[in-house]
């Protein structure tokens, strides 16, 4: 299981305009962050199509929220497993409140705790949604996270941009040269990049040892 990092305000994921907001009221929230509207700049089918997931992968929502991603996920995928973790307890009730409603029995919330995601199982895919400029010690955390991650698993970033016109504050935004250099001194390489996203970048990572390698083989694969 994953440790010592705050994950804080994960919540804050689905939504442009609630870096500075408190995320315990999860029916608030759930006009905001599933908005029709956001449809049009996060293009969730193309994201979830890029992940190319097998139909019964086992995927990890950090900062779910109110579900935006992991009820599309469930849906879309009837035989996976997808756990939806937060660290807010109305959001963690709010999704098992919509996975009973819309009968996702595939849709498994999680209630994480600051520092530890708390997966009760290996997963294929993670997923961060406008999480990771909230993670604090991050390449501490992505270092425990491939403890919890199968073999060939990958860790998909989509965080704004640095000169998109919406997002968190500009002083809390975070380059993706920068986000792809702490993967990297992690443990991670980077599988795939897509730039479809207006307003976000989004790289997929493999963990070295999820892959089944260490740093040595992969720099002679690099050299190779």
Known sequence: MVAAVALSGAAAA?????????FGDAEKWSHVFDDPERDAWQKPHAVLQALALKPDAVVADLGAGTGYF??????????????????????VKHLAERAKREGLDNLKPVQAAAGNPRLPAKVDVVLLVDVYHHIEARER?????????????RVAVIDFRLDSSEGPPKASRIAPEQVKAELSRAGYVLAQEHGFLPRQYFPLQTAL????????????????
Request: charged share 20%.
């Open 70 to 91: 992991s009820a599309r996920l469930a849906n879309m995928l009837p035989k996976a497993t997808i756990y939806a973790v937060d660290v807010e307890p109305d959001m």
């Open 14 to 22: 689905q939504s442009p305009d609630s870096h500075r907001h408190s």
């Open 141 to 153: 955390y992505f270092q425990k996270l491939a403890a919890s991650l199968l073999p060939g698993a």
């Open 209 to 224: 040892t999820a892959a089944g390698l260490d740093r040595s083989q992969s720099a002679r694969s690099a050299v190779a």
